[in-house]
């Protein structure tokens, strides 16, 4: 059976997800779906240490060899993802059943967690599969659970924050899918690894460039980078905190694997930094989105749209690292994806722990949370730390290790407006502080109680997460160091 | 063009008009499938979406310009791309020397079917339509998410009695329709079991199916249908067919081969791989037809209730 | 030149109308009209690629030794497949836009939205 | 004999293809819905069948023939309950068919902008 990991890895989560309608009774479901993830997440430990151990896992779907039938193709890279969307999906389960027990209709609680399923099956198929179209066929399938998720929200708000992101998302993927035809066109293959070896025949062709300019913009579409975020938000805010919890960790992530995976191993690394502008354009693009989203998110009133705008700014970091494009810059863009995972999970469950006991995450609710709710807030402040970047929180670890990169190059006014653009972290995350501890309880105001154990647990598994990969990075470090090694080995 | 039914009336006949498009380029299934889809099903969802959100758009004013400059550089972006590329119907363009041969010169051999089409979907890239069944699965709970029936029960009698009125004013219709419908079945059935040789498979299949089904509901009022067709057992099919094909994959994975090795299922592989794309169009025309109807109730069956909660309110 | 490549730009233009359609107009079932439209015109795209000349359908008779190219045939389908599951998602948030808002303009709901605020 | 087939199946072709234009242009130019749906309706069942008619005399293969055949019939069927539907459905909603030329004028500026 060990042979069959990487397909058993995005099956499992496919085929539980109609088993749930056979289900039908909710809290069944929820164990279900639960026990599914935590297979999946096992699963994605087995693979990544065979991978560590014995290199890429090469897996043909139907025994058909590699460009005539489809492929899975699992490397450190492609494991690593792997395992924080598994992890994450995990945890945020945890704490499902009690966080929309109060924001979703009883009677759609089966159908939320056959959602929630496919759009972690689309999310594993993405990443796991080493063929073009197939990512097309595994985006659309997590975009539209997504899409369904989102509009789930309890305010009319998420509706249009649905139609919003679907019209945005379509566009995108149309986008991706013009480039894949574009890039099949001149080669004749859908495979990964084929085209690497058959795009640098044709790579000073306009057609190859075009395809490249095409997919990159899809992608970017979907990571929801400066400046084509404006689906972000609203899709964060209004959505049911679970979702949030669980996109904010992993849709993005999903999004900066695809880019690098296309401009590194599909194009090539001399095709997209040496030929192209890339590094400039990405660059220029991460910081603005840094600055210009650290900087909405600091007017922001309602808790979520601002943690919202600062997923938005820590894209811009990644971008930052990846846009740098030596092994040292792309191994803090790949911390900083499995730690912005760890940080952004801890803060949106423990909003939703929040949204559970007082129904709103308006920043004037919050008064006097601190006393009230002492667990739930120090978990937000842990999380805000290590969105600043204090150390000994894994913030600091991926933010030591984009200035190196950057020092390493010699960019040091970038490195200065990267410390620059924590700073205004320290700005909202000081807001909220200042809010919930430092005024007074509402007068008049019902007393809350500290949030229940279904959702402390998890919280405090992603808090303790936190803080254990920022004093011991051995094992994040380690990963994320082989990954980026191997895309350079790949592609000199 | 202000009348939103015209619009999506045009929507439907460019639909058509490419679908004679891919018949000359040879595309004879793809062809079969955008009749199926873009003239058929999805003008069809669109008409009844109009009847709920209203008919004509409103004036109002938009931003033209910018779209326009966007629209300008991205096409002048691909026009620029083209300017590259094989010509149009060249012999000897990468995609017609590199992957494609295979699939022509051997898939007889190695997977048994005529139509290359199907072998290549059902076999070499089974992977995508599993995946495709599990798209328009999730469509189909999508749509069920946010669109719950609004069920506030009349009694029977009502329905009754609607149903007697609308009998007699169809009748022509109604009789017609009753003799179109046992054919259409048939022909869905054909186009079924006969997408190994012709074009045709489980998704064409799947949409004519479901059209019989949505055409007996508009005529014989949802109510009934919903009555001929359970709820809960058109969202079991739904999800049988996606386990149906899941399934079969995991037989030959636990039959010693990868997954979807449909070689491995028989003794002799030809066989083996017939049986596979058998049963996994089955499953496909099974997704298919459960969730086309799954969504066509549901957006019918929210316009219906929504018109009782208002009779209801008023009465 | 010209003969060569008509086809493609063509469909580029197509693609372009659709595109149009999605970001300049306000009304959510045009938005939706011009997403198929520019999904269908990529789908015209892939399968012009597919001819050969002289080439038929891709299904195997006696004789017959040219055939077009089958494997964007099947992209294709699958794409066509992802486009209705699209569509019908996005006209069921338009009905449940149009209950919970009362109109399918893009600037009403905004406006009505910003009054929430 | 093969010569006086080609000969009616040409001419068969087309009256079918000249009632099928007419036919658009009817729907163009006619005055109201109604009339626009005979036009549509009409010439449609007599064009497109004289079409299948003449492609039957073609027909090498008797499967083929079969096929035409069965299209034939299926769109004697189809098309004049769709056109029965259509006029059923207009007239319940309260079209009203225009029958006067004073009448006409008043209507124009609503039926063109349908």
Redesign the interface.
């Known amino acids: 059976m060990l042979t069959h990991l990487p397909i058993l890895q995005v099956i499992v989560p496919l085929l539980a997800a109609p088993l749930c309608i056979f289900l039908r009774r909710p809290p069944l479901v929820w164990l279900f779906t639960l026990i599914v993830s935590s297979l999946a997440f096992v699963i994605s430990i087995l693979l990544l240490q065979q991978v560590m151990a014995s290199g890429t896992i090469v897996y043909e779907l139907g025994g058909w060899d590699a460009p005539w039938g489809i492929e899975y193709r699992i490397d450190a890279l492609n494991a690593f993802l792997l395992l924080i969307i598994t992890a994450i999906s995990t945890v945020v389960l945890l704490a499902a059943q009690t966080s929309i027990s109060k924001e979703i209709p009883k009677e759609k609680h089966m159908l939320f967690y056959t959602l929630y399923l496919l759009s972690l099956t689309g999310m594993l198929g993405i990443v796991a599969t080493g063929d073009a179209f197939n990512v097309f066929v595994f985006l659309e399938i997590s975009s539209l659970s997504a899409y369904a998720l989102i509009a789930l929200g309890k305010d009319r708000r998420a509706l249009w924050a649905s139609f919003q992101y679907l019209i945005m998302g379509t566009i995108g993927a149309t986008f991706i899918l013009i480039g894949i035809g574009l890039m099949y066109q001149m080669t004749g293959t859908l495979n990964m690894e084929d085209l690497s070896t058959r795009l640098p025949e044709v790579a000073q062709t306009r057609t190859v460039f075009v395809s490249f300019a095409f997919v990159i913009v899809g992608i970017c579409l979907k990571l929801a980078l400066f400046p084509l975020h404006l689906w972000l938000p609203n899709a964060y805010t209004y959505a049911p905190s679970i979702v949030t919890a669980f996109f904010a960790a992993t849709a993005t992530k999903v999004a900066i694997y695809l880019l690098i995976r296309f401009s590194f191993s599909v194009f090539g690394l001399s095709f997209s930094f040496t030929t192209l502008p890339l590094q400039i354009l990405f660059m220029v693009l991460g910081l603005s989105g840094i600055f210009v989203a650290s900087i909405a998110a600091i007017y922001q009133t309602n808790i979520k749209t601002l943690f919202a705008y600062s997923s938005i700014a820590q894209i811009g970091y990644m971008i930052v690292g990846f846009s740098v494009s030596t092994v040292t810059g792309l191994t803090a863009t790949l911390l900083h994806v499995f730690n912005h995972a760890l940080m952004k999970g801890a803060l949106f469950l423990a909003l939703g722990a929040v949204m559970y006991r007082i129904g709103s995450v308006q920043l004037s609710q919050f008064q006097g949370l601190g006393r009230q709710m002492p667990l739930t807030m120090a978990a937000i402040v842990i999380g805000g730390l290590s969105l600043i970047g204090v150390p000994l929180t894994v913030g600091f670890v991926s933010k030591w290790y984009l200035l190196m990169a950057l020092i390493e190059q010699g960019w040091w006014p970038v490195a200065v407006l990267i410390v620059l653009g924590s700073l205004l972290a320290v700005v909202y995350v000081w807001r909220l502080v200042e809010i919930a501890y430092f005024k007074p309880q509402l007068v008049g105001k019902e007393s809350v109680k500290e949030a229940p154990l279904s959702f402390l647990i998890p919280i405090w598994i992603l808090v303790m997460a936190n803080i254990y990969f920022g004093i011991d990075t051995r094992l994040s470090v380690q990963v994320a160091q082989a990954a980026a090694q191997s895309l350079f080995g790949v592609s000199p | 063009m202000k ?2 039914v ?3 009336m045009l ?1 439907g006949i ?2 058509l008009l ?1 679908a004679c ?2 018949v000359a ?6 062809a079969f ?2 009749a199926s ?2 003239a058929g ?2 003008t069809l ?2 008409l ?3 009847t ?3 008919r004509s ?2 004036a ?5 310009a910018l ?2 400059v ?3 550089i ?2 002048g ?15 000897d ?8 041969p ?3 010169n051997d ?2 051999q190695e997977v048994g079917v ?4 199907t072998s ?2 059902a ?7 599993f ?2 069944a ?6 189909g ?8 029936v609004l069920r506030s029960r009349k009694g029977d009698d009502a329905v009754e009695s609607l149903n007697d009125s609308m009998h007699e ?2 009748l ?2 109604r009789i ?2 009753k ?2 419908i046992p ?1 259409i079945l048939l022909f869905a059935l054909y186009v079924q079991f006969h997408g190994d ?3 045709g498979g489980g ?1 064409q299949a799947g949409v004519i199916f479901a059209a019989a089904i949505i055409l007996y509901a508009m005529l014989f009022g949802l109510e009934v249908a919903r009555r001929v067709i359970n709820q809960t057992f058109i ?2 099919a ?3 067919g ?2 149906l094909y ?2 079969v ?2 037989v030959s ?1 636990l039959n010693g ?8 299922l028989s003794a002799d592989p030809i066989a083996g791989q017939h049986l596979g794309i058998l049963l996994i169009e089955l499953g496909v025309g099974c997704t ?1 037809t459960s969730v086309m109807v799954i ?1 066509f109730f ?2 019918a069956g ?1 316009k219906e209730d929504k018109q009782r909660m208002k009779e209801e309110e008023v009465g | 030149m010209l003969i060569g490549l008509y086809n493609y730009w063509i469909v580029v233009v197509l693609m372009m109308i659709g595109f149009y359609i999605v970001i300049a107009h306000g009304n959510l079932i045009k938005k939706i009209v011009g997403l198929t439209i520019f999904q269908t015109s990529v789908f015209i795209f892939y399968i012009s690629m597919a001819k050969v000349d002289g080439g038929t359908a891709p299904i195997l008779a006696d004789g017959i030794e040219r055939y077009s190219n089958p494997l964007p045939h099947v992209l294709i389908l699958t794409a066509i497949v992802v486009g209705i599951a699209t569509t019908a998602l996005a006209l069921a948030l338009t009905v449940r836009i149009k209950e919970a808002y009362g109109s399918i303009e893009e600037e009403h709901i905004q406006e009505k939205d910003n009054q929430a605020c | 004999m093969d010569v006086a087939i080609e000969i009616t199946s040409s001419i068969c072709l087309l009256i079918g293809s000249f009632l099928c234009v007419s036919g658009g242009v009817g729907i163009l130019r006619f005055p109201d819905f109604y009339t626009r749906m005979h036009a549509a309706g009409v010439t449609d069942t007599l064009g497109a069948g004289m079409i299948l008619i003449g492609l039957m005399l073609q027909s090498q293969d008797f499967l083929v023939f079969a096929k035409l055949v069965m299209i034939l019939l299926m769109m004697l069927f189809i098309n004049p309950t769709a056109s029965h539907a259509l006029a059923k459905s207009a007239i319940h909603n309260g079209l009203k068919p225009v029958l006067d030329i004073k009448e006409r004028n008043n209507t124009e500026s609503e039926s063109s902008s349908r």
């Open positions: 009348d939103l015209a619009v999506v929507a460019y639909g490419s498009f891919f380029m040879d595309a004879v299934d793809v499938t955008e889809v873009g099903i999805s969802l669109m009844v979406a109009i709920m959100t209203g758009e409103q109002a004013r938009h931003k033209p779209a326009f966007v629209v300008v991205t096409g972006l691909l026009i620029y791309g083209t300017l590259d590329m094989p010509y149009f119907g060249a012999v363009a990468p995609i017609q020397v590199h992957v494609a295979r699939y022509i898939s007889m005529p139509n290359i089409v290549v979907l076999s070499y890239r089974g992977f995508d339509t995946g495709e599990v798209v328009i699965f999730t469509a709970i999508g749509v069920l998410t946010l669109l719950p004013q169809h022509i219709v017609v329709t003799i179109l054919l040789f012709g074009p998704f969202q079991f739904a999800a049988f996606v386990l899941g399934s994959g995991l994975l081969g990868n997954f979807l090795d449909y070689s491995v298919v969504i549901h957006f929210r």
